[in-house]
Each structure stands twice: as structure tokens, then as C-alpha cells.
């Protein structure tokens, strides 16, 4: 796993791209758009592109109140929505950068907290806030935003989950808890048996690095074949020469191609099965 400095000795196998000063001044102002990556590279910038997003709450049947941001698209709907699930460091900028993007890109887009507006910037802190989340609460709220957006008025009733480590299994599990039409795992743990894939609704898509240590070929080619088992078929597998969390330009084990190719590859995936 990696934090937000590093993740290992190694440097990064392709930096991120820097925004000019000019460009990071017209990004500020919205009188530009700017690559995901060059957005995600630079804390200000993810800062302010989360910043635009709407904070929204939900109350689940437990009467429990959740936490979500929203970012809706330009124009006239109705639009596909995408759940974005955050690592184990929480709901960060990061992740609202992302979802900002989605929707500039013709989704609607919930960037969900399953950490009680928890946000960790250290290792010992992310496995904290990782180990304290209680995966019955944490199935309701996802169960409970997927809902919402399929209710949602300017939502064409088709909605996908988008994950990333942590919220890569979570992205699967939320899938299997109830029907959505598209589900996309950025390395997250894909131990499932046939009979718990047997609930599966969404074709899948999963990004993975062969470098990778835990989330590793064997788990992998182990899923395709429960997925098989499960008579589950429409699958797509991607590998990259990367290692764990190799989309997260906050850390070093970022590479930038691989991350631009799994996120173009992921967008087409939704606009293939959500529609927009």
C-alpha cells in the first residue's frame, strides 16, 4: 500500500505533468480545462475542482445520516450517474478532482464518504479509518446513494460504481449488493466466490499492475475464474507494468501513461454501458 508521499524506494516510472503558472492562474478563475492528470498532480488544483462539487446528505432506513459530494453535468439531462468510491485514505480532494472530471465529461458524478468525513495523510491513519468502517453500514451507503441517483431527475436511471484499492472491492461488493450497469476496480481486492459473484447484474471492468504485491495475478486469474463459474463472461481484465496505486500521482509509484490509458479505457467503458 502506498501513502501520500511515497510508496517505496522507487521513483516514479513516469512523473505527472505540471501545470504552467498561467494555466494553473486560468484554472482557477474557470476560463480553462485542464488534463485529469495535470489537475491531479497539483493539490491546488485538485482543490479547486473539488470545490465545485455539492455537498449532499442522505438519511438510510437505520435513519443514519451519510455524507456525499455531487457534480452534475452541463446542458440538459437526462445523464448516466457513476458512484466513485475513495481509498483508504478517504474522501479526499483527490477524489472530488476525479468525479469533477466525470461529470465535464456527461456523467453525473457521487463521490460517497464512508468515513464519517474522515480523511487520513498517513498510513497508520488510513489503516485506521479502514479498520473502523463497518462493512453492513458501508453496503447501505453505497445501496442507499445508488438508489438515489437512479431516482435522481436528471438521471437516465442507468448507474455505475467507479473504486480505486479500498473502494475498488468496494466498488464489486456494492455491485453484488444491488443491481447497477457497470462496475470498474482499480486494483481492489477481487477475492469473491462463484457463489457470491452469482449476484452480479454489471459487466466489470478491473485495472491491475503486474507489479503489484497483494493484489497480484494469482487473485486476479483467481476472479476470472469464479466469474466463469458464475457464468459471468462479460469481464474485461486489464494489466499494466505498474505496481499498486500506479494511478495516484500523489504517490511514487504513479505512472502517468498507464494511468491515462486505464482512465480512457474506463471512460469509454461507462459512455458504452451508462450511455451520454
Known amino acids: 500500500m502506498c501513502d501520500l508521499k511515497t510508496c517505496g524506494d522507487d521513483n516514479a516510472a513516469h512523473p505527472a505533468p505540471k501545470a504552467s503558472l498561467e494555466e494553473r492562474r486560468q484554472f482557477l478563475k474557470g476560463m480553462l480545462v485542464l488534463p485529469l492528470a495535470?489537475?491531479?498532480?497539483?493539490?491546488?488544483?485538485?482543490?479547486?475542482a473539488g470545490e465545485r462539487?455539492?455537498?449532499?446528505?442522505?438519511?438510510l432506513e437505520t435513519g443514519q445520516q451519510v455524507a456525499a459530494h455531487v457534480a452534475l453535468p452541463e446542458g440538459e439531462g437526462p445523464f448516466p450517474a457513476v458512484v466513485l468510491i475513495h481509498e483508504w485514505w478517504g474522501l479526499n480532494d483527490q477524489i472530488k478532482a476525479v468525479a469533477a472530471d466525470l461529470?465535464?465529461?456527461?456523467?453525473?458524478?457521487?463521490?460517497?464518504?464512508?468515513?464519517?468525513?474522515?480523511?487520513?495523510?498517513?498510513?497508520?491513519?488510513?489503516?485506521?479509518?479502514?479498520?473502523?468502517?463497518?462493512?453492513?453500514?458501508?453496503?447501505?451507503?453505497?445501496?442507499?446513494?445508488?438508489?438515489?441517483?437512479?431516482?435522481?431527475?436528471?438521471?437516465?436511471?442507468?448507474?455505475g460504481t467507479l473504486?480505486?484499492?479500498?473502494?475498488?472491492?468496494?466498488?464489486?461488493?456494492?455491485?453484488?449488493?444491488?443491481?447497477?450497469?457497470?462496475?470498474?476496480?482499480?486494483?481492489?481486492?477481487?477475492?469473491?466466490?462463484?457463489?457470491?459473484?452469482?449476484?452480479?447484474?454489471?459487466?466489470?471492468?478491473?485495472?491491475?499492475?503486474?507489479?503489484?504485491?497483494?493484489?497480484?495475478?494469482?487473485m486476479v486469474g483467481g476472479f476470472e475464474r469464479a466469474m466463469a463459474a458464475a457464468g459471468k463472461?462479460?469481464?474485461?481484465?486489464?494489466?499494466?507494468?505498474?505496481?499498486?496505486?500506479?494511478?495516484?500521482?500523489?504517490?511514487?509509484?504513479?505512472?502517468?501513461?498507464?494511468?491515462?490509458l486505464a482512465w480512457s479505457r474506463s471512460v469509454a467503458f461507462l459512455h458504452q454501458h451508462l450511455g451520454g
Not at 495535470?38 to 479547486?48: C, E, K, N, S
Not at 491513519?125 to 453496503?139: H, I, W
Not at 486494483?187 to 459473484?197: D, F, H, K, M, S
Open 38 to 48: 495535470v489537475v491531479l498532480a497539483d493539490p491546488l488544483l485538485a482543490q479547486a
Open 53 to 59: 462539487m455539492q455537498a449532499v446528505t442522505l438519511a
Open 103 to 159: 461529470a465535464a465529461q456527461g456523467f453525473i458524478a457521487l463521490a460517497v464518504d464512508l468515513y464519517g468525513g474522515g480523511v487520513a495523510d498517513t498510513r497508520e491513519g488510513a489503516m485506521a479509518l479502514k479498520n473502523a468502517v463497518d462493512s453492513a453500514q458501508a453496503s447501505a451507503t453505497l445501496t442507499g446513494w445508488i438508489d438515489w441517483l437512479q431516482q435522481h431527475p436528471e438521471c437516465n436511471g442507468k448507474v
Open 163 to 218: 473504486g480505486w484499492c479500498f473502494g475498488g472491492g468496494w466498488s464489486l461488493d456494492a455491485s453484488l449488493a444491488t443491481p447497477v450497469d457497470a462496475t470498474i476496480i482499480y486494483y481492489g481486492n477481487v477475492e469473491r466466490t462463484p457463489e457470491q459473484l452469482a449476484a452480479l447484474n454489471s459487466p466489470v471492468q478491473g485495472h491491475f499492475g503486474t507489479l503489484d504485491k497483494s493484489i497480484d495475478e494469482a
Open 233 to 260: 463472461t462479460d469481464l474485461q481484465v486489464h494489466w499494466y507494468v505498474a505496481d499498486h496505486a500506479f494511478a495516484n500521482p500523489t504517490g511514487a509509484r504513479y505512472d502517468a501513461d498507464d494511468a491515462a
